[in-house]
């Protein structure tokens, strides 16, 4: 039951207003023992020609409680409502018992498909801390539209075409070994790409070479093109062992070089609309007006660039999929490349280049390292997640877990550390990774998530299924409201993480849903707590469990139900 349409209806009876309208003036009082919903009065004053005072009074005297509304008080210009605690519990609870993990869903989305571009990762260089960012973001998000009715297409925009591949092939015919390159691809292509950048300093015609190389292989020269070939399926092999251990998979891998035969295209509808401009033999579109640097189309070299294939991926995308919005998962460092060619899609006269966003993300940064492809210094993945894990295996000394489930355990919890940890902070802000708030299960950490989850599923194995019809009237503790309240927001917490395309919502409502939950485990006994109370406190063990599942579903994390 909605019992604000419950509180908006009662109200609307008795005023000329709609459901709706009351609706969108609800708000809910801070100090909930005022009440649950409260109407500022204000809002009418107006309309009323009255003080807020007066209206809160008059329509306190008009609306009576009823079985879902246990009293309607008017306080200081406000109206406050309390809603009844034992109906309140009983609707949610009984939702969260028949709905499981669909609790919270919705369908505001049906109908409308939702582009969700996250990872891209660039063939033949490590995968790094940016690009987990932007797979973590991406597959939650993708999860959190689904879970309100879109429909979702994640698309891995590889980086797969580019300048670069002209030096690292220059790279391979001077360095290349092939027995060190199967072995271990991306180090090994890493290693000559980056002896590539400090031989060419010594001699430019490097340079040369490789810009030959590019635009052999933008022609379709076969020797380059089955190079490139070999090199991104080495690549995307390695790729997948961690989309793997991440859990994730995505919808399309078309990745620039899907576009690379697409671009003429650009340049005609560019040209038609009179937006090209030459400037030093190069194209561009200028973007002056507009307080940005130009767009760069085409290289004077009539190579392609990176900006002229994301136009054409975008229209690409309008066309095959008519999407309604498309989101472009990428760090914040690339936000002008986005205005940039947003703009030119809008300038070409596409409507839908309102529909695009670029959802961007602070770097992540380790302290003492940098990253730098160029110089060969970077943070590899996969130490990060393996270490992670290590970790907490040696915590896990002490587990009373079956030995071969040791290893499959303390993998979900180190990788759900990682992914929780990127996710808990608004993805707008910098943040430093330090284990300590990785992995501590007695901070705000996936870890503590995990715990508080097993926790609760080792109470409900003990307590050994749930009876039937559990009387909620006995759930008074404040702590037990408290968590009643909590869950039932689960869907507008959902909404508005949706809204602001921002995991966080959902990291930092779980955080608060288990701290409630391991307060009321400190306090309310359950196992051993006398019948009828037990059967009702499990029954609110068993949704808060959903509850925490779901939202770690939501994060892309996998619980345990033990450790
Ligand atoms: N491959 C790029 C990088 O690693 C990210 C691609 C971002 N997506 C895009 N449509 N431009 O920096």
Known sequence: MDYKKVVASLISEKTEFDIDKIEGMLEVPSNTEMGDYALPCFKLASIYKKSPVMIAKELAEKIQPNDEISSVTPVNGYLNFMVNKVSFATTILDEISEKGDLFGDDSVGEGKTVIIESSSPNIAKPFHIGHLCSTVIGQSLSRLYQSVGYKTVKVNHLGDWGTQFGKLISAYKHWGDDEAIEKEPIKELLRIYV????????????????????????????????????????????????????????????????????????????????????????????????????????????????????????????????????????????????????????????????????????????????????????????????????????????????????????????????????????????????????????????????????RGVNILRKAEGLADHPDYSLLTEKVETAMINKMSTLNDVIKEAVNRNEPMVIARYVIELSKLFNSFYNSCKVINEEQPLKTARVALIQACCTVIKKCLYLLGIETVDAM
Request: contains cysteine; negative net charge; hydrophobic residues 35%.
């Open 195 to 454: 002896k590539f950048h400090e031989e060419a300093e010594k001699d430019p015609e490097l340079d040369e070479e490789a810009r030959r190389y590019f635009k052999n292989l933008e022609g379709g020269s076969p020797e380059e093109t089955k190079l490139w070939q070999w090199f991104k399926d080495l690549s995307l092999k390695e790729f997948a062992l961690l989309y793997n251990r991440l859990g994730v998979s995505f919808d399309s891998y078309h990745g620039e070089s899907f576009y690379s035969d697409k671009m003429p295209e650009v340049v005609d509808l560019l040209e038609e609309r009179s937006l090209l401009k030459e400037s030093e033999h190069a194209y561009i579109v200028d973007l002056d007006e507009y307080n940005m640097p130009p767009c760069m189309i085409v290289k004077s070299d009539g190579a392609s660039i990176y900006a002229t294939r994301d136009i054409a991926a975008a229209i690409y995308r309008k066309k095959e999929y008519d999407f309604y919005k498309n989101i472009y998962v990428v760090g914040i460092p690339q936000a002008l490349h986005f205005q940039q060619f947003f703009k030119v899609l809008e300038l070409m006269g596409n409507e839908w280049s309102k529909d695009c966003v670029h959802v961007g993300f602070a770097h992540v940064r380790f302290p003492d390292k940098k990253l730098s492809t160029r110089t060969g210094n970077v943070i590899y993945l996969e130490d990060v997640l393996d270490e992670s894990v290590n970790r907490i295996k040696e915590y896990m000394q002490n587990t009373k877990l079956e030995e071969d489930m040791i290893d499959p355990t303390a993998e979900k919890i180190g990788i759900g550390a990682v992914i929780f940890a990127f996710l808990k902070r608004s993805r707008e802000k910098e943040m430093v990774f330090t284990w300590e708030d990785t992995l501590n299960v007695e901070v705000e950490s996936g870890p503590y998530i995990h715990y508080t989850y097993a």
